[in-house]
């Protein structure tokens, strides 16, 4: 029996050893297929297990490194402590998120890694080995670096090209140009020379590191600038030197040098219609540089720009395509068992222990690792797998492997694994038979993919595990170079400009295209001088020829305006530079010059002139104050009112603060109106003021913002008005009206009754004549009633003697009892008031709520046909009640609409004879909204009806 017990424990046991042998198969695979690093380490950070990934980025063999410390072999000596701190707190049990080092290489290249670990621990809970599982991003660093410098080179060279296009000046687009430079090269000085007529090199423009001596305002002998390398940089070469001190040039050359601390030195020529303007000469003094072939790329492309922008400025005033596809490789590796273990507890317990750390791997990995069955059923499907596919893994164990394949791509795949699976091949990139694989996602995207497939055969049959990474941002990476490098190709065209050039050795002319256009001659053949001249106007004749008479024989550039009289009687404005070359004997070789059609420019500038003299004399000639108040409240145009106003004259008044024109207090109260003008909306507003002596003054003023090209505020015009008499006439006015319909009342009350009591036949029978008489003589004595009633009811309103009493009320009731007042007003007109309202709380003063809804319901009923409808709503809209009146009578013209709310407004004049009325129902009916905190206003079309709305806060 004990034998029998021994025989199925040996046997036993080598089933478990075929097991783990065949795990081990999976595994090495596994590492085999991927370019991941994977490194397993103990407990004091030395080295297990280091996969092929790793021999082959190091350079090192397992058998070379096995055993020592990863920080004294790989880590570079400023991350070591960080790395050890890190390795640590791994040792603790505390898992970092994902992070980068660098490691050093065997031939001593540098690799940027980006690490992601697991710890396994041993039966008492302690860390027994870390599995580091790194994945390199030097190459996807330098390409993103490269992609940053390049956009970089872009921006800098649309600028200039912005620049030229936009802006006359060449100084700042010089200065734009060396500042750029020198922060995109990071070098120490950046300067652009000119070469001068006495050979010399002259700095006009430079950038340079704070520390440095200026070479700005010096007139350099440098050889490495004139000499004979004058004639290379004529043919557009370059100079780049590395290191001064090692250049092959002689002594006084790098004494002079060494004067401005210049150890290597990039020279690019400044050429425009072949002729040499300039050099853009970029120095590092702090040590030598070997200047990259984009660096000189990106200068010369600059140095073309810079050449038109100086020929722009002589005519009105005296990158690149490199980079590499981004790659990424996310890998995944697991590491290696030590040896094989005679024991079956030492068995199982290893077996146990690699299942842990394949787990580990497959959890950290970015990529998607899935494996299926011969019957291609997904049997293990990772973490990297569920965030790439959308899925659950629950979600697709046991499914067929085609939920994550498009539908074209299924067949191929197929055929594909077949093969793979009758071949001797371990594993292979699936790449082989296709430069791109595809993945379809939960939600039906398809996306781009890079994959792998490795086999391992088991009891249950054949096993293919693929992994697979999104080369989505790959695929996105290159659109962006492609659109980069059309940017730069659209940054490179130029404006095109009229140029001429004489050789005075061969007597050689030529004239560029446009300039044909200019003066107007067919090309190609080149008008004498005298049909030129003929062309220039008479008055200007003698200024051109001298001109050019005193440049060729002095030596000197010219520029000057003239005009151009052509044979159609057309007259141009032409703006003409040249300069002249000499040679050692200074006698003139070349001559060139430029000509631009400024007519347009010169129409503009009179034009403009104009229309400033125009506007001084109209904003003069007004009785108002007029400024221009810039985003500071300082004043920067006054017209002659406020001379006449404040007693001083405008030069005394422009930038003063609007504080120190006007009196503390004043100011304070303008001050809301001033913001709101600044913050860039227009305001109107009527105020009173006190001056130096008391009394008080009432202005009228307006302050319209002033918007810059980027649409923000830099100031306001402020128009200003003095409104104090026509204040105190409407304050007259409304006392005598106030008096009038007072004194009015107690008379034509007494004469009211009276007629009331002849209609009735108190005072005796009239006769039918006279009792139509008395009928409109009492119809009249109501409405003037009416009136006067509405004249006091609006001078109380607008005195402030007349409160509002406010109290809780009900919306329904409120509706309910205006309705109730004019049902039988609509009876007698045959109108039909619909509603549609609801009850809810509102805080107002009910009397004066109901007469705005009977004066706007009376309305409706007085300009509705017969047989019409009117329709009264109110609703809760947000904080507010909104009431709402329509009717379908004739409508309100749009130039109407705002006027009918003034006192004594009506649409047609004789509304007040036909239909009645005061023409001050609305104007009340604004009084009792606005004291309510409300607003009232009426939408219309004329012909089709009107609604009136206004809302109240709840």
Same mark, same amino acid.
Not at 83 to 89: G, H, N
Not at 379 to 393: D, P, S, T, V
Not at 427 to 442: C, F, H, I, W
């Given at each position: 029996r004990s034998l029998s017990q021994a025989y199925q424990a040996e046997k036993t046991q080598k089933l478990t050893e075929k097991q783990l042998k065949q795990e081990r198969d999976f595994s090495?695979?596994?590492?085999?297929? +991927?370019?991941?690093?994977?490194?397993?380490?103990?407990?004091?950070?030395?080295?297990?297990?280091?996969?092929?990934?790793?021999? #082959?980025?190091?350079?090192? @063999?397992?058998?070379?490194?096995?055993?020592?410390?990863?920080?004294?072999? /790989?880590?570079?000596?400023?991350?070591?402590?960080?790395?050890?701190?890190?390795?640590?707190?791994?040792?603790?049990?505390?898992?970092?998120k994902r992070y980068e080092n660098y490691w050093v290489a065997k031939d001593g290249s540098l690799h940027l890694i980006a690490w992601s670990n697991t710890a396994l621990f041993d039966k008492q809970g302690k860390v027994q080995f870390i599995i580091a599982t790194g994945i390199d991003v030097t190459q996807e660093r330098r390409m993103w670096h490269k992609l940053e410098h390049q956009y970089q080179q872009i921006k800098l060279l649309a600028e200039i090209t912005r620049k030229i296009r936009l802006s006359i000046e060449l100084e700042e687009?010089? #200065?734009?140009?060396?500042?750029?430079?020198?922060?995109?090269?990071?070098?120490?000085? +950046?300067?652009?020379?000119?070469?001068? !007529?006495?050979?010399?090199?002259?700095?006009?423009?430079?950038?340079?590191?704070?520390?440095?001596?200026?070479?700005?305002?010096?007139?350099?002998?440098?050889?490495?600038?004139?000499?004979k390398n004058l004639v290379e940089y004529c043919q557009g070469k370059f100079l780049a030197l590395a290191d001064i001190t090692k250049a092959e040039v002689g002594n006084e050359i790098k004494q002079l040098l060494q004067q401005f601390k210049i150890r290597a030195k990039l020279v690019v020529p400044i050429l425009s219609h072949k002729q040499l303007k300039g050099l853009l000469v970029a120095h590092q003094c702090d040590r030598p540089r070997v200047w990259q072939t984009d660096e000189i790329e990106l200068l010369t492309q600059l140095a073309d720009q810079i050449g038109l922008a100086m020929t722009q400025a002589q005519l009105l005033d005296n990158t690149e395509e490199l980079v590499t596809e981004r790659t990424s490789e996310l890998i995944i590796s697991n590491q290696l068992l030590k040896a094989e273990i005679a024991e079956h507890q030492q068995t199982?317990?290893?077996?146990?222990?690699?299942?842990? !750390?394949?787990?580990?791997?497959?959890?950290?990995?970015?990529?998607?690792?899935?494996?299926?069955?011969?019957?291609?059923?997904?049997?293990? /499907?990772?973490?990297?797998?569920?965030?790439?596919?959308?899925?659950?893994?629950?979600?697709?164990?046991?499914?067929?492997?085609?939920?994550?394949?498009?539908?074209?791509?299924r067949q191929i795949h197929r055929q594909h694994i077949q093969k793979f699976? #009758?071949?001797?091949?371990?594993?292979?990139?699936? *790449?082989?038979?296709?430069?791109?694989?595809?993945?379809?996602? &939960?939600?039906?995207?398809?996306?781009?993919?890079? *994959?792998?497939?490795?086999?391992?055969?088991?009891?249950?049959?054949?096993l293919?595990?693929?992994?697979?990474?999104?080369?989505?941002?790959?695929?996105?990476?290159?659109?962006?170079? #492609? *659109? @980069?490098?059309?940017?730069?190709?659209? *940054?490179? &065209?130029?404006?095109?400009?009229?140029? =001429?050039?004489?050789?005075?050795?061969?007597?050689?002319?030529? =004239?560029?295209?446009?300039l044909f256009k200019i003066l107007g001659f067919t090309p190609p053949t080149i008008p004498s001088c005298a049909e030129i001249l003929e062309r220039i106007h008479p008055e200007d004749r003698l200024l051109v020829t001298n001109t050019l008479r005193k440049g060729h024989k002095e030596g000197k550039p010219w520029q000057f305006n003239y005009r151009l009289l052509l044979p159609d009687g057309k007259l141009k404005y032409i703006e003409t530079r040249g300069e002249i070359t000499l040679d050692n004997q200074g006698k003139v070789v070349k001559v060139w010059g430029t000509m631009m059609d400024i007519s347009q420019r010169i129409k503009t500038q009179k034009s403009l002139r104009r229309s400033e003299e125009q506007l001084k004399l109209i904003t003069d000639a007004l009785p108002i104050l007029i400024a221009y108040v810039d985003k500071q409240q300082r004043y920067r145009y006054n017209n002659r009112t406020y001379e006449e106003w404040f007693g001083k004259p405008r030069s005394a008044l422009l930038g003063l603060h609007i504080k120190e024109l006007l009196r503390e207090d004043n100011y304070q109260k303008m001050l809301p109106y001033i913001k709101t003008a600044l913050a860039g909306k227009a305001v109107t507003f009527e105020i009173e003021n006190t001056n130096e002596l008391g009394n008080s003054y009432w202005l009228n003023t307006t302050y319209i913002p002033d918007f810059n090209s980027q649409g923000k505020v830099k100031g306001f015009f402020s128009m200003v008005e003095d409104i104090t008499e026509r204040k105190a006439m409407e304050q007259m006015k409304s006392e005598f009206v106030s008096v009038a319909s007072h004194e009015m009342r107690t008379p034509l009350t007494s004469i009211h009754g009276v007629i009331k009591l002849l209609c009735a036949g108190r005072l005796g029978q009239l006769s039918p004549k006279g009792e139509q008489m008395a009928n409109i003589a009492l119809r009249n004595s109501d409405r003037l009633i009416h009136l006067l009633n509405d004249i006091l009811d609006l001078e109380r309103m607008e005195s402030g003697r007349d409160k509002l009493q406010k109290q809780r009320c009900n919306s329904a009731e409120v509706i309910e009892q205006a309705l109730e007042t004019v049902s039988s007003m609509a009876q007698a007109n045959q109108i039909t008031i619909e509603t549609d309202y609801q009850s809810f709380e509102l805080w107002l003063d009910r009397d004066r709520i109901i007469q705005t809804l009977t004066?706007?319901?009376?309305?409706?009923?007085?300009?509705?046909?017969?047989?019409?409808?009117?329709?009264?709503?109110?609703?809760?809209?947000?904080?507010?009640?909104?009431?709402? +009146?329509?009717?379908?009578?004739?409508?309100?013209?749009?130039?109407?609409?705002?006027?009918?709310?003034?006192?004594?407004?009506?649409?047609?004049?004789?509304?007040?004879?036909?239909?009645?009325?005061?023409?001050?129902?609305?104007?009340i009916c604004r009084h009792i909204v606005e004291q309510h905190g409300g607003k009232i206003w009426v939408e219309s079309v004329y012909g089709e009806g009107s609604t009136f709305f206004f809302n109240i806060p709840q």
């Open positions: 090495n695979a596994v590492i085999d297929t +991927v370019d991941a690093l994977v490194t397993v380490l103990d407990h004091q950070g030395r080295i297990v297990s280091f996969n092929r990934t790793c021999e #082959q980025i190091t350079g090192y @063999s397992l058998a070379e490194i096995k055993g020592k410390t990863i920080w004294e072999i /790989f880590i570079i000596p400023s991350e070591r402590e960080t790395t050890q701190d890190l390795f640590a707190k791994l040792l603790a049990g505390e898992v970092p687009i010089l #200065q734009t140009a060396v500042r750029e430079v020198r922060n995109l090269l990071e070098c120490d000085r +950046v300067l652009i020379v000119q070469i001068t !007529k006495h050979h010399t090199a002259l700095p006009i423009s430079e950038s340079i590191l704070p520390n440095l001596p200026p070479m700005l305002g010096y007139e350099l002998t440098d050889p490495l600038l004139i000499g199982e317990a290893a077996l146990r222990e690699n299942q842990q !750390k394949l787990a580990g791997i497959l959890d950290n990995a970015d990529e998607a690792i899935i494996s299926v069955d011969e019957q291609q059923r997904i049997q293990l /499907f990772n973490h990297g797998a569920e965030k790439i596919f959308g899925y659950q893994a629950e979600e697709v164990i046991g499914e067929p492997l085609d939920i994550l394949l498009p539908e074209a791509f699976s #009758q071949s001797s091949e371990k594993s292979r990139t699936m *790449a082989e038979r296709s430069s791109t694989v595809y993945g379809r996602r &939960k939600h039906g995207e398809n996306f781009p993919a890079q *994959a792998s497939i490795a086999k391992l055969r088991t009891r249950q049959g054949m293919f595990t693929v992994m697979l990474k999104d080369i989505t941002e790959q695929k996105q990476a290159a659109e962006k170079l #492609q *659109a @980069s490098q059309t940017l730069l190709t659209k *940054a490179e &065209k130029i404006a095109k400009i009229g140029s =001429w050039e004489y050789n005075a050795l061969t007597r050689e002319l030529n =004239w560029s295209a446009e004066n706007l319901l009376s309305n409706a009923i007085k300009f509705s046909s017969s047989g019409s409808k009117i329709w009264l709503t109110c609703h809760k809209q947000e904080n507010n009640a909104l009431f709402s +009146v329509k009717d379908q009578g004739r409508g309100i013209p749009a130039a109407k609409l705002e006027q009918i709310f003034e006192r004594f407004q009506q649409v047609d004049a004789s509304d007040s004879r036909q239909k009645g009325g005061t023409g001050l129902g609305l104007a």
